[in-house]
């Protein structure tokens, strides 16, 4: 009776193990596996930046998918980010838009919900700070945005539709990229405004001698800003993404829709030359992709960056991107496949029987 008690102990705490394994301890070996790339650069190590970049969460709201799903894709999802935050240490957080899948439908309480969720999901230590751009799905397309929901995901996500942030010596641009659409509307005129706004303190910041300069409030020095929007910035398809994680074959080659897949190349042309990016980065297709861009005489990447839900992709993925005034360099980090996650569950609880039978043989020819 004593024997097979503890038999049934071993095997209760193997299955525990098991579960504990592929439920949390395989985020943090496979999290670990990617690192922060080093750069060349001449900044102090204060003036190192470490930031952690993440798109189209689509967090599930009142309306779509089955309860489970939504349970089980914001448990992998929560432990995937704590993990990140944990083994890697950013000292920042971009989240590119589409936070929510039903945001533009949901009424006020059901936002306000859905806000907490986020927070609780993907809280962050107080010494890190976060910044998240606004997708379509968190507010509606621009010509769907109703009354009220962009101003409620501004305030309750602090994300106004032009943000500025200036952090250890490099500067971001994060932007809405429905203010983009090139119309009079007020929502657009207003992000124009406060384009224009930067562009001038950023020119006066690198030529401080200009005479429209001496009015102009600034507490920064110049470096190249870092633009970061849910859209990507124009292109026709993804037809030139060539990286394992762009979009299979034929999507790869559809057409996209101009303003609603990607900026116009109007807003591109005129982000590029008042912002003067040195990179990009943009999230939306839920799909990897470099492409390069050439305005005149500015150049630069933009990096899309792919989906972190495996409801949206099966291997979801993030950036680690290292940031100093004068340099960057980005890693690609993947997250385990949910298939993965099945077979070591499955291979490890064959090895429990095969390791419980064999005790059990040895146990016959002992006693
Ligand atoms: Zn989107």
């Not at 952690?52 to 009142?62: E, K, N, Q, R, S």
């Not at 907490?116 to 621009?142: E, Q, S």
């Not at 952090?167 to 971001?172: A, E, I, Q, V, Y």
Request: aromatic share 12%; with cysteine; hydrophobic share 40%.
């Amino acid at each position: 009776m004593r024997r097979i008690t503890k038999k049934l102990l071993k095997c209760l705490f193997g299955l525990i193990f098991i579960g504990l394994y592929c439920e949390y301890f395989i985020y943090y070996v496979v999290v670990a596996q990617c690192y922060w790339p080093a750069i060349e650069s001449n900044a102090e190590n204060s003036e190192i930046l470490k930031a952690f970049i993440l798109a189209d969460t689509h967090l599930l709201g009142p309306y779509r998918g089955h309860w489970f799903d939504k349970l089980r894709r914001e448990w992998q999802m929560h432990q995937a980010f704590q993990a990140i935050i944990n083994v890697h240490n950013p000292d920042v957080v971009f989240i590119l838009g589409d936070l929510f899948d039903e945001g533009e439908w949901t009424d006020e309480k059901q936002f306000e919900d859905y806000v907490v969720r986020f927070y609780n999901l993907f809280a962050v230590p107080n010494d890190t700070k976060m910044y998240v751009a606004v997708g379509n799905h968190d507010v509606g397309f621009h010509n769907r945005i109703r009354r009220g929901s962009l101003q409620r995901f501004v305030k309750l996500l602090k994300s106004p539709s032009v943000q500025h942030i200036y952090l250890k010596g490099s500067h971001f641009v994060l932007l809405n990229s429905m203010a983009m659409q090139g119309d009079s509307c007020r929502l657009c005129t207003g992000a124009r405004n406060s384009i224009e706004k930067i562009s001038g303190q950023l020119k006066c910041a690198r030529e401080p001698g200009g005479a429209l300069c001496k009015d102009v409030d600034r507490n920064f020095t110049y470096s190249q800003p870092i633009l970061m929007q849910h859209f990507p910035l124009y292109r026709l398809s993804d037809a030139e993404c060539t990286e394992p994680d762009a979009p299979p074959l034929p999507e790869r080659n559809k057409l996209f829709r101009i303003k609603i897949d990607a900026l116009s190349k109007e807003a591109t042309e005129y982000l590029a030359e008042k912002i003067q990016p040195r990179v990009a980065f943009g999230g939306h297709t839920h799909h990897g992709c470099l492409q390069e861009h050439s305005y005149n005489s500015i150049k630069f990447e933009e990096h899309s960056v792919p989906s972190f839900s495996w409801r949206n992709r099966p291997d979801p993925k993030y950036m680690l991107v290292t940031i100093a005034p004068d340099s960057y360099a980005e890693n690609k980090c993947g997250l385990p496949k949910e298939t993965t996650i099945i077979m070591t569950g499955a291979i490890m609880t064959l090895l429990l029987i095969i390791y419980m039978f064999k005790e059990r043989r040895i146990g016959r020819g002992i006693f």
